[in-house]
């Protein structure tokens, strides 16, 4: 809506008010601190004026109207409350109770329920209509959102949220009338649906229609009273997105992103599946106590000094036998950077441990091998970017799995302002956004970066040459070889065609391709980066997606291993592991599985470390811990309060390696943050 | 003039309203000196005939055709009629079977239930026959008080009984209607 400045005099319930035209009369109340209850009506959502329950008199009209989605108007005369209008409100919540099914007793939204909350604000102490008790199917088959149809009023914030959110489109209204479902795709089941499971659908939901399979519904029913809100950030990838974390009684009951039109993000508060549910998840059990493996290979519970103890000790006995550089340390880039810094004393200067090196370690290596990671240090744009960018080309894959909010971004950009993007990959995975796809086999990605480069170099001397006009390249005979099909060839002219008329393209490198030691692709494509940067910028349009929340943050502490020793691919002397993940990637295990001695600092009881392992110390949680995590571009360190406490008698992670640097006479040093490099210091 | 008297009838519900009310603590006591307590589950006197009555309480959802009996007579016979809990003010937690035809229900309880052995559903003149759907009491008969809640708070249940010994209808204030 356009917002033209003339200022429109009102009257809202004998108070004279000045607003801005255009503004609804909602919008003017609420700026006014004047109440009018709501239910379909959602800040971050558009205006749908579905529910009725925002109605208001305008001059003493007949007809009530929505206040949502009826504009100001000069002189307007507006009552918001009086006997007609909350008999008229009642009726619908009693209505919308009749209708289906609202016995709040068995639902897990009772007490946080915005339909419930208006029923006992409008004093609806029973119904004088009949239930209707027409049964509605549920929907089950996500394994993390149940959507129960019987519980549903029909408001479409979801359907809204969906579209102008997630930019989805997954949800709509099916049907007609009495029998309007919320439905997916093309009345599918959710799983087999197009659902990325974002949940922001279980946000903004009113009532209990759509709700969280995972947390638990017998500890403590969602009261907002007895609900603690916290507001944080997420650590589980780069991106950091605002949460509210909802707790009680020291238990999470959901995460909630900051929904917002214009909160500065461009994500506008969306959160993704990995966030929003990831965080109930806990496949393996806690550990609880300090666990010892004994000679006959049975578990002992241990005390916290005997088994820390216990740790060092055998470290120790390792290195006087099979010398210096026998022992490893291994740690998990979720990790905030004041337990990274920690782990990296003990090990470095403590334990003189001969290698070091984080889960995602060879990524940063393979970085560091390029010619730019080597000679002149990489330098990335914010991430930010991703909300202004004009065309944007992803390299590598996916960025589904490292960040999965991208996506999100991507999808309601190109509904949007038609942004589009183009993904070069060996994979055959192609998220829906993508509008230029080429597939090239793995070998010939370098090769297929340069004749991209050279092509867009061609396109944009012709334009120089001869204004708009841009005729086809010369470039083809480069591809020639590569294996790729006449579909990829269009989409490469398209993608050289959309980067040499974008003003401000970007250029995406996915996990997938820096976990591939290929410095050719590297170069390749950080050189069409640099190229397509225009000369007045300090940093390049490219941007570096990293395999894990903290991995900028591991990296530049300076932790990861420059270089691989010849056996660390299957560490063999004393490791000591230390991760939050609740599980742990096939590589992981790999490299893990021969070590002579395994001590492990980890939240949870893994099968695998359960079978391996010969000292497992129990840690707190990232809910459980604070800490500071840099941003993906490493421009942003947020620091992060502790949500939640930990298990009874689980120290703090800081505590155990303090707790163990003491034994070997290491002051771990209380002044960290000479230890961050300077923010404005390349990451790579 | 004698105290008031008040019946109260506990029909298809978890007796959790009656535990409410016992749960008023010593406030109970200042009220049973004020009243007499006739038809109760609490007294265990049962006559579905009903005396003649100031209060009639209902706790509980009409779900058979006794109990569809026992509110007719209750508000022949008592003056005020009030419901308590979720039950009796909405259908409550019985209405779950609301969804589901009659027979399939009880074919579920007296045949294939799990630990049934050659169940039968049972059929006798002296048995109350289940009605299609369980309802509640205000789409039977006239409710003058809903107090609805599961159970309702002892302190609304306090507030409830006092305002009425005071000669008040009461009407619930917001922050004390809760439906769970």
Not at chain 2, 139 to 158: K, N
Not at chain 2, 159 to 178: A, C, D, F, K, Q
Request: charged share 20%; proline share 5%; hydrophobic share 40%.
């Amino acid at each position: 809506m356009e917002n033209t400045s003339t200022p429109v005099n009102i009257t809202i319930n004998g108070r004279e008010l000045k607003v801005d035209e255009g503004t609804s009369i909602l919008q003017a109340a609420r700026q006014h601190g004047i109440y009018i209850p709501t239910l379909c009506h959602h800040e971050a959502l558009s205006d749908y004026g579905g529910c009725r329950l925002c109605v208001v008199e305008i001059d003493g009209a007949p007809k009530l109207s929505a206040s949502c989605v009826t504009p100001v108007r000069s002189g307007m005369t507006v009552v918001t409350e009086n006997e007609r209008i909350t008999e008229s409100r009642r009726t619908i919540v009693e209505f919308l109770f009749a209708e289906r099914n609202h016995n709040c007793m068995f639902c897990p939204r009772s007490g946080n329920c915005e339909l419930q909350r208006l029923a006992y604000e409008l004093k609806m102490d029973h119904l004088t209509v009949s239930f209707s008790y027409k049964k509605f199917p549920s929907d089950i088959t996500s394994p993390y959102m149940a959507m129960d149809h019987n519980r549903c009023i029909l408001c479409g914030r979801c359907v809204r949220a969906c579209t102008e959110i997630a930019g989805s489109h997954v949800l709509a209204f099916h049907h007609r009338g009495p029998k309007t479902m919320i439905g997916m795709d093309l009345q599918e089941e959710r799983s087999h649906s197009t659902c990325l499971n974002c949940g922001v659908c279980l946000q903004v939901c009113p009532t209990g229609a759509i709700y969280n399979r995972l947390r638990s519904h017998y500890f403590v029913k969602g009261r907002e009273h007895v609900c603690e809100k916290i507001t944080t950030f997420c650590p589980l990838c780069g991106l950091m997105c605002p949460t509210d974390l909802l707790i009680s009684n020291n238990q999470l009951i959901q995460v909630d992103g900051h929904l917002s039109r214009a909160n500065g993000q461009p994500n506008q508060g969306q959160l993704c599946c990995k966030g929003r549910f990831q965080v109930f998840r806990s496949p393996a059990g806690r550990l609880l106590h300090p666990l010892v493996r004994k000679e006959d290979g049975d578990w002992v519970v241990a005390n916290w000094q005997e088994a820390l103890f216990l740790t060092v000790e055998k470290m120790k006995a390792i290195q006087v036998q099979k010398g210096e550089k026998a022992l490893f340390g291994l740690a998990s880039p979720m990790l905030p950077m004041e337990e990274l810094i920690l782990f990296r004393e003990l090990m470095e200067k403590g334990l003189n441990a001969g290698y070091l090196d984080t889960f995602d370690g060879q990524h940063f290596r393979n970085l560091k091998g390029t010619f730019y990671g080597g000679a002149i240090p990489i330098r990335e744009t914010s991430w930010k970017q991703v909300g202004k960018s004009d065309f944007i080309l992803i390299a590598g894959g996916n960025p589904e799995t490292s960040q999965p909010l991208l996506q999100s971004i991507f999808r309601r950009r190109f509904m949007e302002t038609e942004l589009r993007t183009g993904l070069i990959s060996s994979l055959d995975d192609v998220p829906s956004f993508v509008t230029d796809f080429i597939h090239v086999p793995s070998n010939h990605l370098a090769e297929l970066l340069r004749a991209l480069l050279a092509e867009v170099d061609h396109l944009c001397k012709k334009e120089k040459q001869a204004g708009k006009t841009i005729g086809s390249s010369g470039s083809f005979p480069l591809l020639a070889g590569m294996g790729i099909s006449r579909d990829a060839k269009s989409a490469f002219t398209s993608i050289a065609r959309s980067i040499a008329e974008a003003e401000n393209p970007l250029v995406i490198v996915d996990t997938s391709l820096t976990g591939m030691a290929d410095s050719n692709s590297l170069n390749g494509v950080i050189d069409l980066a640099r190229r397509i940067t225009p000369s007045s910028k300090s940093e390049p349009n490219l941007l570096i997606l990293k395999p894990e929340g903290n991995s900028a943050g591991a990296w530049k502490t300076g932790m990861v291993a420059q270089k691989v020793p010849d056996q660390a691919d299957c560490l063999k002397g004393g490791l000591l592991l230390m991760g939050d993940e609740s599980s742990m990637g096939e590589d992981i295990l790999a490299r893990i599985h021969a070590a002579e001695f395994l001590a492990v600092i980890t939240p949870y009881a893994h099968k695998f470390l359960m079978d391996r392992a010969h000292v497992l110390i129990p840690k707190p949680t990232w809910l459980e811990a604070d800490g500071t995590y840099m941003s993906l571009d490493g421009l942003e360190q947020l620091f992060r309060k502790k949500t939640i406490a930990p298990p009874e008698g689980v120290w703090a992670t800081r505590e155990i390696l303090s707790a163990m640097g003491e034994q070997i006479d290491l002051k771990v040093s209380s002044k960290q943050e000479g230890l961050f490099k300077k923010r404005s210091d390349p990451l790579v | 003039m004698g105290k008031p008297k008040i019946a109260t009838v506990w029909l298809e519900g978890c007796a959790g309203c009656h535990m409410s009310f016992l749960d008023l603590d010593e406030v109970l006591i200042d009220i049973l000196h004020q009243v007499e307590l006739t038809v109760s589950p609490v007294t265990d006197y049962k006559d579905y005939c009903f005396p003649k009555v100031d209060l009639g309480i209902i706790e509980g959802g009409i779900g058979n055709e006794e109990q569809l009996e026992i509110v007719r007579h209750l508000r022949r016979q008592a003056k005020i009629i009030m419901t308590w809990g979720d039950c009796a003010v909405f259908g409550g937690i019985n209405t779950l079977r609301n969804w589901i035809p009659k027979t399939e229900v009880l074919e579920r309880g007296y045949v294939t239930s799990e630990s049934t052995v050659n169940g039968v559903v049972p059929i006798h003149a002296e048995i109350p026959r289940l009605l299609d759907q369980v309802i509640a009491v205000n789409h039977v008969i006239a409710v003058d008080v809903y107090i609805p809640g599961c159970p309702p708070d002892p302190e609304v249940i306090a507030y409830s009984l006092t305002e009425i010994l005071n000669g008040r209808l009461p009407v619930l204030p917001g922050e004390m209607i809760h439906f769970d």
